[in-house]
């Protein structure tokens, strides 16, 4: 069955930094476009970033300039770089699998920016 495991997530102070790791199985990795996005408490969820299965990025205005998405496809993984935290982007962040007509999400990996 198709899995996405996130790992990384914590408790960071305002300004430092984190990496968010998803690991997938049961797909074949390289054709789907990946992505994350994030939820925060009583707010819809968000996406955060893009990473096509071309290797093209896009980002939400909120997080450009410090967050990288990456993949290697060899490990069927997608990371998440995540730079100069603010608290606002303290929430929980799921990883997606995406193609035209499917989709797959994580479980989802708490982050909380707090001093």
């Known amino acids: 069955q198709v899995q996405l495991v996130e790992s990384g997530g914590g408790l960071v102070q305002p300004g430092g930094s984190l990496r968010l790791s998803c690991a997938a199985s049961?797909?074949?990795?390289?054709?789907?476009?990946m992505n994350w996005y994030r939820q925060a408490p009583g707010k819809q969820r968000e996406l955060v970033a893009t990473?096509?299965?071309?290797?093209?990025?896009n980002y939400a205005d909120s997080v450009k300039g410090r967050f990288t998405i990456s993949r290697d496809n060899a490990k069927n993984t997608v990371y998440l770089q995540m730079n100069s935290l603010k608290p606002e982007d303290t929430a929980v962040y799921y990883c997606?699998?995406?193609?035209?007509?499917?989709?797959?999400w994580g479980q989802g990996t708490q982050v909380t920016v707090s001093s």
């Open positions: 997606n699998a995406h193609r035209p007509t499917t989709g797959y």
């Open positions: 990473i096509t299965n071309g290797g093209s990025t």
């Open positions: 049961g797909i074949i990795f390289r054709i789907y476009a």
